[in-house]
């Protein structure tokens, strides 16, 4: 098995304020988190932005132009920007920020489905602020769009155009098949760096069972052409990368996904669970990708060509 590689997803768009005291909101919280938890063990940094006011997400290039060079100045962790962005986005508000970084990697999601965190909004006793309620009881009515349209023009315009390359967010086993015929059709190259994702209300549940056939399909699907990675929403967060690199996988922690540390247990910051993550794979004598290693397993064009 190669070397683990350990992505970090730090502040997202699905979490709000209220629901952690610990979710970093401004540019300054969001570039002192990332670079913790670089220096904990990831090798990827995985970045949405937030409005510093108010923390609802923001698509916003400027804001995400405040914390891109003080985190790549720090550290040299991969930089992978989202073009989901937050709900409600279109598709050129989420590709403003990285056509103007130039990342060496984004995230892209592989299909449109349904995305509803609204369950956790009757968890949450009192809203700091008034967006965030609606926010998240909005999504029982809400489809996150990726069109196969929409996914080749951000391969064109942000991938053909300026050269970063994409981690494949797969929620569901079609979203597997969406990928292989983009590669069928020569949109996207290998090797792709496939991140299965389990545990969201609308995409496949999380499940052990789920995992392995998520893995067998993507393996019957792509052979040697992907690099497969996982994360799970929430309390499966850690059972199951854990079970991932056990069986090869590569794996994503953070506060975007998950706000727990253990049972019970809120986490206080990002690194904490990249800590904790890096010290489970080390016991199972599983060795962590550096920076530099990364970039060579999922042939990024480097540091020193990005945008900021």
């Known amino acids: 098995m190669s070397k683990v590689i350990i992505t970090c997803a730090v502040t997202g768009a699905i979490h709000t304020p209220s629901m952690s005291d610990h979710l970093p909101i401004t540019p300054q919280e969001i570039a002192e988190q990332s670079i913790a938890a670089a220096e904990a063990g990831a090798s990827i940094i995985h970045l949405h932005a937030r409005d510093p006011i108010d923390g609802r997400p923001t698509p916003d290039p400027a804001v995400f132009m405040q914390f891109l060079p003080v985190i790549k100045q720090s550290t040299d962790a991969v930089i992978n920007i989202t073009t989901g962005g937050g709900l409600g986005m279109t598709v050129d508000e989420r ?40 926010y998240l009881e909005g999504t029982t009515n809400f489809i996150f769009r990726n069109t196969f349209q929409d996914i ?21 086993i079609g979203h597997l098949y969406n990928l292989a015929h983009m590669l069928d059709r020569k949109v996207v190259e290998p090797p792709l760096f496939t991140q299965t994702i389990f545990g969201i209300l609308g995409g496949i549940g999380a499940e052990h069972r789920n995992l392995m056939f998520m893995k067998e399909t993507a393996d019957r699907l792509f052979g040697k052409d992907y690099v497969w990675s996982v994360l799970a929403a929430g309390r499966h967060q850690m059972p199951f990368v854990t079970m991932a690199g056990m069986m090869g996988g590569n794996v994503r922690v953070g506060l975007e996904d998950s706000l727990w540390i253990g049972k019970g247990k809120a986490a206080t910051s990002n690194a904490e669970q990249v800590a904790k993550i890096r010290r489970i794979l080390e016991e199972l004598s599983l060795e962590i990708a550096t920076p530099a290693e990364a970039r060579a397993m999922l042939k990024l064009k480097g540091g020193d060509l990005v945008g900021f």
């Open 152 to 172: 080749e023009q951000i391969v064109e315009r942000l991938g053909k155009g300026h050269g970063t390359r994409f981690e494949f967010e797969c929620y569901d």
């Open 95 to 134: 590709l403003a920020a990285p056509l103007l970084a130039k990342p060496e990697m984004c995230s892209l999601n592989m299909g449109s489905m349904n995305f509803n965190i609204a369950p956790s909004a009757a968890r949450v006793k009192h809203f700091k602020h008034e967006w965030e309620k609606p």
